[in-house]
């Protein structure tokens, strides 16, 4: 085995160049390679969903990958949701509706809604749940999480007019 | 207002005077509205500067290996490959370790000795044998599967019970005697045998409640800089003792408290779990300073559940009701065993926690409680939401339920029957606790007015005819909130009770700049709560400013106060008091300034809408700033005397509202957990007895945490502590098998409730009766869901599945011990 491979992504629309161990896994990779702090490492067996980025455009556990088997692939992380300082309607909804306590999920949180919203604007109650039920979250018992994704397609909609 | 006192108790002065300065209103500007969270912003954006998130220059990784056995003597270890590794600095071995660090801090009498990396022997699976730093986590992890360790396994102790009994190689700490037996005494409180004796009935039951913990999202970990120039250590911490007790690994580590300096991070959730990882700690600064480098370690999600500071009570109670048949309660007795696992952290404080409201909400004359507290080779326990006192809350719970079977009686009726009564308060319990006030039918009232309860029986006929098991659970509990640190030490033997700390203070340091905004020290950090939340809202208060001009910092050891930080519900109330007295130095100063700029008497000033204006007189006015620019930089203008020097600028301490030592010979405990919050828990539930399964179909939480300062952050903390406590009743277990092996060590067994486990929704109710002890009122709320949802759900299955006749004395209730009660029934 090679002891080192180089890794062509862009992140959040950024092209990088790194060359690291095969091992190296995705969630450090972004973390320690490009410093991206942003997406956290809750149990590092793909339960939990903290880790979660979206990989061309589908969400995936950054802790169940290895940086290697992204080469060329296009990464979103939390860090690229907000535009020119400003949070995008799913975040300011968070905010709004207590979606978070410790925020230690809330990355991963947001990178699955993001995803529903992305493919369905219009989500219904139960396809919100189905997203969200993907995710661990210790602290707030889901309920607002869920009243936030709601608000934000509300929000995204207002935007649109 | 007329106290109720127990006779046992000396009535005499033993309720000191409130020292409330700011009296509950209902006009408030900022206090009791639902301001989004300060907080948030960094925390949406990915800015969370978490223990992980810390990087500094030089930074070496530290990885641990751990036990596989759960008791054996540590014969031989070879870490010569270890060492050989490319890229690896350091390994460190028990014995190297305890050449230079002492044991690590822990609050028990008599003491149990416990190193940050074992020595001679293992006590648990997963505790630390050595641990490795290198270049990077990689290769520190690949380092410790190369270090040999050659053991003698030792005879393995699970059951509790058995402990008790232990001998020869099977006892843990042979030093603190000859079985694991680690402490038994009865503490009895008021006049049991005469109750007892009047009882027309007894009711007893044989209960189990299991460990499991809080098990954040983001583990325990540490960031650790020695610089050998100084001798002084900086540690970056997810610890909450920053500025409490923090000091005490510095003593472990040799040095003293100044230098060894804690610096607080943003915490990814603690419910108790990140007091005082006092392992993590001293392990992270013992390796720092024998590296020579700044050194991160954080614990894996496999070293936390096997080796953290917080799995939560493990408890077999045997216990007695004594009831007259109009369902009147008089007395309760138990015997408690508590398997701490291998060490102790916080002594027998879970117990000491749990006395401060073992009468529940109840009119109970007297209690008496035989507490057996042993060692067994697992995790040791630490804090876990609740403290202990969520496992007393479902005992007393499952006791008043089975009194109702017994009495044929409607378990609400019972209960309204025992409950206090508005025009009781302050109310002395037994244990010498105080209830500062409540108002319990109006929350239970109002519980069953959200649920609307009739129609929730007619569901449940409309089920039961249909053959479809459905239940109705309540739970009528007590919320202790803002504790002192008597109940730490005061069950610890009389004669020797250990480090007996009376005071558990927090303060806050306020300070307006030369352009009017308010910056607000916190000695205390963020640990998912909603401290700068709070203190924004209350600072606005005391001001009279919009919140955006309020800015919150946190204070490390070389710049906060004494400050015990969030925990028991505290944190809000606390700090409060601390804002107030610090604000109020300040205003007066501020007042005194404005007197001289308006050429008014301070007593005719006031603070409005940003401003200080003469009252009556719109218009008669300075800004905040104005006052604040004058104050910084036109010192001459004003007389002489250190009350107009220059700058503004106050600090301030508070300490404990009500609080009072222990009686000497224990016949009471004293005042020591005394801001009393309240809540009343419903749940619908459907049982599957062939499967086990069980929905939750509706479920509703009121609680009276006294004057709510954030309604929506108080829903989140019932809502989030409701799913916790759901998690305990349903489905969580730190399950040991016979060998000692962690059966339920990842997040694929360890079961948290995801979305689907959930109820659609929790609706919550609040009910606001006012502390007369604390500052608007307040009384704290953090714990509360989790300490009402097992008594709840347990009835709630037991009512569902009274058509087999199911008791319900052991959780958590997965579907196989589910299965297990309904196939004993059909046989």
Known sequence: ?161 | MTAYIPKHIPAEGYIPPSRQREKPKSDYKWIGKNMKRVEDPRLLTGQGGYIDDVKLPNMAHAAVLRSDRAHARIKRIDVSKAAALPGVLLVMTGEDAKKVTGPTAQFASPPVVQYCIAVDRVRHVGEAVAAVVAETRYIAEDACELIAVEYEDLPVVIDPEAAINSTGDAVLHPERGPTNLAYRKTFSFGPVADDFAKADLVVERKLRWPRSGGQPLETVGAVADYQSGTGKFNVYANSSFVNYVGWLVGASLGVPAHKFNLIPVTTGGSFGSKLFPHKVLTLTATLARACGRPVKYLEDRIDSTTSCDNHGSDRLYRCKLALKKDGTILGLKFQVIDDYGAYLQFGYGTHGNSLCQIVGPYRINSVEMELVAVMTNKCQQGAYRGFGSEVTNWMIERMVDAGADALKMDPFEIRRKNLIQPDQFPYVIPSGNVYDSGNYPAVMDEAVKIANLEKWKGIQAKGRAAGRCIGIGVASCQERSVFSATEFWSLNPTDNPGFQLTSSPESTQIRIDPTGCIQVTLGSPFWGNSPETMATQIVAEQFQTDPANVNIVYADTNSGFNSTGPGGSRFTVMIAGAIVGASMKLKEKMLRIAGKMLEAKPTDLEFREGKIGVKGVPGMEKTIGEVAIFAHYFRLSLPDGDEYSSGLEASYVYDHPLTTMPANDRSHLGIFYPIMGHMCHLALVEVEPKTGKIKILDYVAVHDAGTVVNPMTLAGHIRGGTAQGIGSALYEHFYYDEAGQLLTATLVDYLIPTLREMPEQIRVGHVETPSPFTEYGIKGGGEGGRMGAPGALSRAVEDALSPYGVKIDELPLTPRRVRALVRAKER
């Not at chain 1, 949070?87 to 207590?98: D, R």
């Open chain 1, 1 to 161: 085995m090679s002891k080192s491979v180089t890794v062509n992504v862009r992140v959040n629309g950024k092209a990088y160049t790194r060359t690291v161990e095969p091992r190296m896994l995705l969630s450090d990779f972004l973390r320690e390679e490009l410093e991206l702090k942003g997406t956290h490492v809750g149990c590092e067996h793909g339960v939990c969903g903290t880790c979660t980025v979206l990989l061309d455009g589908q969400s995936a556990r950054s802790c169940l990958l290895f940086a290697a088997q992204i080469d060329g692939a296009e990464v979103r992380t939390v860090e690229g949701l907000a535009q020119n300082g400003a949070m995008s309607p799913l975040q300011q909804a968070f905010w709004e509706k207590h979606g978070l306590q410790c925020g230690f999920c809330t990355p991963g949180m947001l990178m699955v809604a993001t995803e529903l919203l992305e493919r369905n604007p219009n989500p219904s109650l139960e396809e919100i749940r189905e997203a969200v039920s993907s995710n661990l979250c210790r602290c707030t018992g889901y309920y607002n999480i869920v009243e936030a994704v709601q608000a934000a397609v509300a929000l995204s909609k207002e935007a649109r007019k």
